[in-house]
C-alpha cells in the first residue's frame, strides 16, 4: 500500500494534525519517507504542540513531545501530558513520548516538546542519552536548559507561538493544575 503522504504531498496544517493523531506504529502508512525528510523543526514542533492542543481538549495539562531520528526524520515516538487522563503523575509529554518510543537507542534522536521540561524529565533525557532537545516554550516555563546542556545535551529554542499562547492560557484558567504538574499535589494545598 502506498502511503497517502509522499514527495510530492504538501506540508500543511491537516497533514501535520493526522501525524499527531495517528498511533505512531501506523505512520509509515500515511507517509513514505520522502515526504518525512522534508519535515523541518519547525514542523515537527507543531506536531508536538497539536499533541498540547489535544491534552488540553482532553481535560489535560498542554505538553506534547515527539521524538525524530537524526538521520532518516522518521518519528521514533510522540505523546502528550496524561497527568488528569490517566491519573498519573509523570505522564508528561517528554515520558510520554519516551514510552511511545520504546526501549532503543536515543543517542542519534532529537526530542521536540512543546513546553521546556520539567526537572524530572530533563532528567530523563540525560539518563536516556539524548543528543537534542528542542524547546517550543520558555515563555511560560523555563529553566531546565541549562541543566541539559551541562549534561551535554544540544538545546535549541523555537519558540511556537500557538503553543505558548496555548499554554499560556492554561495557566491562567487552571493554575491549580499547572502548580499539580510541575510540583504535585501537595503544593496545592493553601498552607
Known sequence: MEALLNSQSEVTEAALAAI????????PMLMDDAFTQRLTDAD???VAVLLAQKSHDEGGCPIG????DNAMRRIL??????LVQENHPYNHGETSAIRD????DFSQATLFTSLSPCEVCATLLHM???SRVVVGDVTNASGTELLLRDK?????ILEDSRGIELYARFR?????????DWKGVSATREP
Do not use: C, Y
Not at 499527531?20 to 505512520?27: C, F, G
Not at 513531545?65 to 525524530?68: G, H, K, T
Not at 518510543?101 to 532503543?104: D, E
Open 20 to 27: 499527531a493523531h495517528m498511533p505512531t506504529a501506523s505512520l
Open 44 to 46: 515537527f514542533m507543531r
Open 65 to 68: 513531545a515527539v521524538i525524530v
Open 77 to 82: 515516538g510522540k505523546g502528550h501530558n496524561t
Open 101 to 104: 518510543a520504546g526501549r532503543r
Open 128 to 130: 536516556r542519552g539524548f
Open 152 to 156: 551535554g545535551i544540544q538545546v535549541d
Open 172 to 180: 491562567a484558567e487552571r493554575p491549580e493544575l499547572d502548580l499539580e
